[in-house]
């Protein structure tokens, strides 16, 4: 541990107690001589201004009075927390078609200075982890004006191609949030020319057009009571419920996966494993069953049993005899 990091992990220590704590205790806490807890104490009395007492009476430190609500000044990190950071930047920078690279370059680089600082090679790190993104569409070219106009809490005007029903039309939005799911990008907005929540797809965005009027703001519950409570990224509330059935084999992967917030899972004496799922729409919800092809069948409802039992048959078809 070094100086640094001893300092934020006294002041952790000491802002997190209402007691005083003996020198003996921080030695042993921070795991460092008498003389090295000494100077980090002095450091943060003399050179960071900490409200550091010594309390004679009860033979310990503590902060005085407010002293707990006290931080160090700056951007103070733990080694640990660094290397985190890093971690989860690289993730933002390649995901998603590294879309975000730009944006986090500038933190990037200054941690790459801190972990230079502590000798802890940030290029090591870097080549350590590795993001591998599957099944990833073009995010288009308007990434940065839908984020823009969403941080900045303002109207677009986009062009936009429908999967559904195969045509492009002109949408006034209130962009609320935009959602990485499955490694693909999607914005949640309100809908002038519907009048209604809705989210889209970012690569079927053929243009987008930042405007100066104020977004319409919508309250979280409502975003989630709507768009966030059905399998997949299809807006709705669920109608239904998705019993599943896998195989032993398939159970050993399928019992820590979660595919949805409320689903209900249920191992079986004979090792297979029952899966209950809400959903609204169910073109997703039965792309994901038949990824695990003959280790799962649907018990219910019988329309989402059909529909799966169709896409079986028709995939057969493609393989006569």
């Known amino acids: 541990m070094d100086k640094f990091d001893r300092i934020y992990a006294m002041h952790r220590i000491l802002s997190g107690r209402r007691t005083p704590i003996?020198?003996?205790?921080?030695?042993?806490?921070?795991?460092?001589?008498?003389a090295t807890v000494t100077r980090t104490l002095e450091l943060l009395r003399d050179h960071l201004n900490a409200p550091l007492l010594y309390d004679r009476e009860r033979n310990g430190y503590i902060y005085a009075g407010e002293g707990r609500s006290w931080e160090l000044p700056g951007l103070w990190l733990s080694s640990r927390e660094v290397v985190a950071l890093m971690a989860g930047i690289k993730f933002l920078g390649e995901s998603g078609q590294g879309l975000l690279s730009e944006m986090v370059r500038p933190f990037r680089m200054r941690l790459e200075e801190i972990l230079k600082q502590k000798h802890m090679g940030a290029g090591e790190l870097l080549r350590r982890v590795k993001i591998v993104s599957t099944n990833t569409r073009d995010q288009g070219a308007y990434f940065?004006?839908?984020a823009d106009a969403t941080v900045r809490r303002k109207k677009l005007s986009l062009a936009y191609h429908?999967?559904?029903?195969?045509?492009?039309?002109?949408?006034t939005v209130s962009p609320q949030r935009l959602v990485n799911y499955r490694n693909n990008w999607y914005l949640d907005a309100w809908c002038h020319s519907r009048e209604g929540l809705r989210t889209f797809s970012l690569d079927k965005i053929r243009s987008a057009q930042l405007s100066s009027e104020a977004a319409r703001e919508l309250p979280e519950h409502e975003l989630d009571a709507q768009l966030a409570h059905s399998y997949g990224i299809f807006s709705g509330k669920p109608t239904a419920e998705a019993d599943?059935?896998?195989?032993?084999?398939a159970a050993?992967?399928?019992?820590?996966?979660?595919?949805?917030?409320?689903?209900?899972?249920?191992?079986?004496?004979?090792?297979?494993?029952?899966?209950r799922v809400p959903y609204a729409q169910s073109a997703e919800l039965i792309g994901e069953i038949l990824r695990y092809g003959p280790d799962v069948e649907v018990q219910g409802p019988a329309d989402l049993r059909a529909a799966?039992?169709?896409?079986?048959?028709?995939?057969?078809?493609?393989?006569?005899?």
């Open 244 to 249: 599943l059935l896998f195989s032993a084999h």
């Open 144 to 146: 940065q004006v839908v």
């Open 308 to 321: 799966v039992r169709a896409r079986l048959v028709d995939a057969l078809a493609q393989y006569p005899d």
């Open 22 to 34: 003996s020198h003996e205790d921080l030695q042993q806490q921070l795991e460092c001589s008498r």
């Open 162 to 171: 429908s999967r559904s029903a195969d045509e492009e039309s002109l949408r």
């Open 252 to 275: 050993r992967w399928v019992a820590t996966e979660t595919w949805h917030p409320e689903q209900r899972g249920e191992p079986l004496q004979d090792g297979r494993y029952r899966l």
